[in-house]
T-cell receptor, first 114, second 110 residues
């Protein structure tokens, strides 16, 4: 079946602009995660959605970052007034609660802020 | 919250030798410990995982051990092959929030 997809694959934006990153999780997966991976670094947790519950936003680095998940499926990560330090690969992952918690990752969006 | 430390950050081994990567965690409530492999330019993929009620798990050339008392777990790769070259990430979790280590870049020299 189809895996997790993300769009765009690459995004170059000017400092101060807003960007939207999209994630399509695996159909039926109730849990969705956003991570940020800076060059040569590990995975930094950003936000977690589980079903219709309130999202866990504890990893968002500033109020310029926000995310939505509509209809329990597609999610959008929005970064307002982008800064150069926002440049990174943004990874989305989904998992099926009740399974062994394996996360399936998308291919990521490489964001470059110039 | 949980804090996961991973060592070493880089590791080079000769083909056929073993590789060991170690992680420590801080929250004794963590009960699930997956390992992900990320090849260059690709997405992370789960290679093996272990739960807190198990001390060791093996899958062909890959094994993971867990010491709950000491709060550390390790990935062991035996008979390494060039295709094992990648970045490996450990993680610890309870509930659904995952805390990842900073990664180990493994190079297997033919």
């Amino acid at each position: 079946g189809a895996g997790v997809s993300q769009s765009p694959s690459n995004k170059v934006t000017e400092k101060g602009k807003d960007v939207e990153l999209r994630c399509d999780p695996i159909s039926g997966h109730t849990a969705l995660y956003w991570y940020r991976q800076s060059l040569g670094q590990g995975l930094e947790f950003l936000i977690y959605f589980q079903g219709n519950s309130a999202p866990d936003k504890s990893g968002l680095p500033s109020d310029r970052f926000s995310a939505e998940r509509t209809g329990g499926s597609v999610s959008t990560l929005t970064i307002q007034r982008t800064q150069q330090e926002d440049s990174a690969v943004y990874l989305c992952a989904s998992s099926s609660k009740g399974q062994r918690y394996e996360q399936y990752f998308g291919p990521g969006t490489r964001l470059t802020v110039t | 919250g949980e804090n996961v430390e991973q060592h070493p950050s880089t590791l080079s081994v000769q083909e056929g030798d073993s590789a060991v990567i170690k992680c420590t965690y801080s929250d004794s409530a963590s009960n699930y410990f997956p390992w992900y492999k990320q090849e260059l330019g690709k997405r992370p993929q789960l290679i093996i995982d272990i739960r807190s009620n198990v001390g060791e798990k093996k899958d062909q050339r890959i094994a993971v051990t867990l010491n709950k008392t000491a709060k550390h777990f390790s990935l062991h790769i035996t008979e390494t092959q060039p295709e094992d070259s990648a970045v490996y990430f450990c993680a610890a979790t309870y509930g659904n929030q995952f805390y990842f280590g900073t990664g180990t870049s493994l190079t297997v020299i033919p």
